[in-house]
Every structure is written in C-alpha cells, then in structure tokens.
C-alpha cells in the first residue's frame, strides 16, 4: 500500500508540539509493517538548520494561488532511521520565516501559505512515480487536501484511485479566514457554503477536511467521542457528529528510537527499568548544573514541558504552584513558550519562590528531555488533551503523571487507587475538575506515594515496562486504510452536494 503523509510540522525537521513528534514517527512506524510511506512538509527555514542533509530536486513548478502563480521548488531528504522520503515544499518568501506559524500572532497570510503547501503537495504526489493508494493529511494545514483530491485532481493518475484521511491533531485550530481567501484556493464558489468550507461566514480549513475526506481519525477514542459535542467540538461538533460512521479514535504512539532512556543521546547517563536511580540522579544533576544550582534539589522533582496555551492549563498550573510553593514538599520545573500573559505569570513565580520554583521561557528540545529524565512527576493539567505525549514520555523515563481526566490522557493514564495499585495497573493520579484545587489534591496524592519509597518504586518500574511504541498504532492506521480502501471499491463515486 502506498501512502503520502502531508503535515506542516515533523520532527527532527521542524518542531512546535506534539503534531511534529507523530508525523516524524508514523511514517517510519508505517514502512516496518509494509507501507510503502512518503512525507510532503514545507521548506521551512527551521528544516535547513536541523543538520539533517537536505538535497534540492529537479522538480521546480507553478502553483496556482489566486491570481498568482507561485513557485514551488522541492527539496528532499529521508526520515532518519527509515527509508521514508521526505519531500519538503520551498517558497522562499512563504516558508523562509523565523516560526513556523507566526509569533504572537498567526501570520497574516497563512491562508495563502497553506493553499500553497497543499496544492503544491498534490502537484508534487501527481508528478511522482507511482500512484497512491491513501492520502492521509493532518491538522487544519492540510485541510483541504482532501477537497483538491475530489475536486481538482481526481483526473490525475497518480491520485486518482487515492482515499483520504483527515486526521483531527487539536479541534482548537481549524485554520479559518475571511471569505475572500476562497478565491485563493482554486476551488469553486458554490463550495463555500454551510454544508462544507465555510463557516460562520469564513473559509474553513478544518472543516473542509473532515466534510470531503474519506475518513476521519483523532488521536484518541475520548477526544473522538468529545468532539462530536460542544465545547470539545469548538463549533465544528455538528460537522463531527454527521460523519460519526468514517470517525475513529487512534491514540498515539511514541518514538523509542527519541524517546528512550536507555539510548537517548541528549540524558547523561542511560537508565532502564530494573535500575533507574543512577540514570536520574545524572539527569538531576546535568539539570541543576543547567538551571544554575549548585547541586540538585533533594525534594521530589515536579515538571511541566508544554506550550503555554490555555489548552494546557496553565492557569491552574501557577494557581496550585503559588499555594503549595512555600509548603517545601517539592522543587517545581517549567518549561515552555507561548502566551506571554502565561510566560510572565511563570516568571513571576520564580521570582517569588527562587530555589523552589525554576522556569525556563523557550523551546529546548534538549532541556525537554532533560527534564523527563530527572522528573519524579510530571503534571498535565489540561483543559482538554487530544492524546497527549508528555505523559507517554513520562511513563517511559520513569516519571509518573498527574493528569486531568481528559481527552487521551483518560486513554492513556490508570489513576493510582489501593485497588490499582495493588493489581498493577495504576500509572499517574488524576483529577476530574478543572480547578487548582483538584489539581492539588492530586500532586498531594502523588507526593504521600512518592514519600513510601516502595510503592513508588513499583509504580516507576511497571509504567516503564508499558508499551506505548507505534506498534499497536501502526497497525490501527493500517487497519484503518485498508477498510476505507476497501469501502471506496465497494460504494460508487461520492458526488459532492452543494
Ligand atoms: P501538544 O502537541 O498539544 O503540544 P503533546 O503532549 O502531544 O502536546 O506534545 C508536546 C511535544 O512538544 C512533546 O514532544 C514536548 O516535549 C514538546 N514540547 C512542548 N513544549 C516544548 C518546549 N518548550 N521545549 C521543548 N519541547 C517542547
Ligand atoms: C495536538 C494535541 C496533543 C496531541 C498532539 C499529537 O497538538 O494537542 O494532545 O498529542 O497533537 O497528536
């Protein structure tokens, strides 16, 4: 089976969340079990400063945006430890930025941006060798992927026999813009109405995705089940809910060749599950050394690794944090970026509890490993959670996670009970209402079980002996293309409604 994976972020090439980490992982996790997988992502500027050897192609076109006519030149590379090509969409002007996406605001024209990424992807998988079989697009940047395929390119070879998958990364984002970018598409007019690209009288990308697309995926069955609702739909709920039959929840799975104690090259001593003290004690002492401690902090280690967004729950982050701070039964880590409302109320909190409280403002891959290696306990306090990896990374470097039930961290995440505990299956401490004081009585929790040194010791080993690598996931994905290829040979050509 030949399947193109279109995403505007991937790892190790160009990386703001969770969304990178997958489509970095998936394809590769896709060519173990037979796929014959490709990557189409754009030139950012970021994907030429990873020092990963990137070679400029041949292939050199036109897009047509709007009026406009822009060019695409295309660049490759593979996906380190696969054989998976990566081709990336160049554009000096549109991808050649400091972020990916713009700072504190969104670029202006990432409306434009995307119609390019995305026509300019179906252009370049139309010009390849051999056709595809699925065109799997993630998050709203490839929205409209599965619209050019019906609408646009169904007459071309390559595509023409291509099923499409949307996959829902975070239903927050959903790409909409003012009407008159539905110019810039290419597309039809009579498609910008309330049945499919528009919505409360903007273009939406998101939208776009999941009325044409042959089938629907998010990143956990429980975030599938809330986004057929409001508020977990943000809107778009009804549009879920009719298309509830080609909607499933996969969960994610985690890189081990990235995420692994007991190979990562960025922690200074490797560990496993069978002795994780001498690997974290290194971790915690490389990680005072980098917070500018003399030595590290004897006090049970409290992290957050996150972007700073009201999705995650800061709020109640430096709410619980200001309460429990000065009580002196833990050393709290923060690392992050995002909303400087959120970035300044951090900062004030390490200056209000130095020695208690460190914050580090920006984006450290490094740091981000770092500090999972040293961590006792990581905290998600999310206001919703798609899947969430930071706990999955947290069970495989021997931290335990304290989560709010949400989303893939309900999926995912077994909250410590006497009953749990006692037949194995507890791996975090989770809490129900959003509030910082629920969330306090869940840390306290955590904190009463990490003081026993052996019931803690036997929660680090078995969530480290959890499996949570691709593949299982794979599979599901594989299972999953396979049935909508399958549906499509059987059902007669959908017809768009207007
Ligand atoms: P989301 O995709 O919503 O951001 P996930 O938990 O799925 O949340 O994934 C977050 C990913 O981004 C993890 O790999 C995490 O380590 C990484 N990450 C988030 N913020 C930072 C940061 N400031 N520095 C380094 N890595 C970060
Ligand atoms: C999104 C979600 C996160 C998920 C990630 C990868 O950014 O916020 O929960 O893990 O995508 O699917």
């Known amino acids: 089976m030949r399947v193109l994976q279109v995403a505007s972020e991937a790892a190790p090439f160009a990386k703001t969340g969770g969304l990178a980490d997958v489509a970095g992982s998936l394809p590769a996790a896709l060519e173990r079990i037979g796929c014959d997988c490709t990557l189409i992502m754009p030139a950012y500027r970021q994907v030429f400063e990873a020092g990963i050897p990137i070679e400029k192609t041949e292939l050199v076109f036109d897009v047509p945006v709007g009026q406009r006519h822009l060019r695409a030149e295309i660049f490759r590379s593979t996906l380190p430890g696969s054989n998976v090509p990566v081709y990336f969409v160049g554009n000096e002007a549109c991808f050649g930025r400091p972020t990916l996406y713009g700072g504190g605001h969104d670029y202006p024209d990432n409306a434009e941006r995307f119609i390019l990424f995305s026509r300019a992807a179906m ?190 729950g800061v709020d109640l982050l430096v709410e619980m944090i200001a309460r429990v701070a000065a009580n002196g039964r833990a050393h709290f880590v923060i690392l992050g970026t995002g909303d400087p409302g959120h970035e300044e109320a951090l900062r004030r909190l390490a200056a209000t509890y130095p020695g208690t409280v460190d914050v580090v403002i920006g984006f450290d891959e490094l740091l981000a490993h770092l500090i999972q290696a040293a961590s006792d306990i990581v905290l998600m306090p999310s206001r919703f959670e798609p899947c969430g990896l930071s706990q999955l990374y947290a069970f495989r470097y021997g931290a335990i996670p304290v989560v709010r039930a949400t989303g893939g961290l309900v999926d995912t995440v077994v909250d410590a009970t006497p009953e749990s505990l006692a037949n194995g299956t507890a791996s975090g401490f989770v809490f129900e209402s959003y509030n910082a004081v629920a969330l306090e009585q869940a840390l306290t929790r955590a904190l009463d079980a990490h003081a026993d040194a052996a019931t803690w010791q036997r929660l680090v080993t078995s969530v480290m002996q959890q499996d949570w690598s691709w593949d299982t996931s794979g599979r599901n994905y594989l299972e999953l293309y396979t049935q909508v290829l399958a549906r499509s040979q059987a059902e007669p050509t959908f017809e768009p409604e207007t």
Request: charge should be negative; aromatic fraction near 10%; glycine fraction near 8%.
């Open 123 to 312: 252009e370049l998988a139309g010009r390849l060798e051999k056709p595809f079989d699925v065109l799997h697009g993630h998050d709203w940047q490839a929205g409209l992927i599965p619209a050019y395929r019906r609408l646009l390119y169904q007459a071309w070879p390559m595509l023409a026999h291509a099923v499409t998958v949307q996959t829902i990364h975070n239903m927050a984002y959903q790409g909409t813009f003012w009407h008159w970018d539905m110019l810039l598409t290419g597309i039809d007019w009579k498609y910008f109405n309330w049945k499919q690209m528009e919505c409360h009288g903007q273009l939406n990308f998101l939208k776009t995705g999941l009325v044409f697309a042959d089938a629907i995926t998010t990143v956990s069955p429980t975030y599938a089940r809330e986004i057929t609702e409001a508020p977990g739909g943000c809107g778009l709920e009804g549009v879920v809910a009719s298309r509830a039959e080609v909607l499933s929840g996969i969960v994610n799975g985690i890189d081990t060749t990235v995420w692994d104690p007991q190979s990562d090259p960025l922690i200074p001593r490797h560990y496993h599950a069978a002795d994780t003290s001498s690997g974290k004690d290194a971790a915690r002492i490389a990680l005072a050394a980098r917070l500018g401690h003399p030595a590290p902090d004897p006090r049970p280690l409290v992290s957050f690794v996150g972007r700073l967004a009201e999705q995650k």
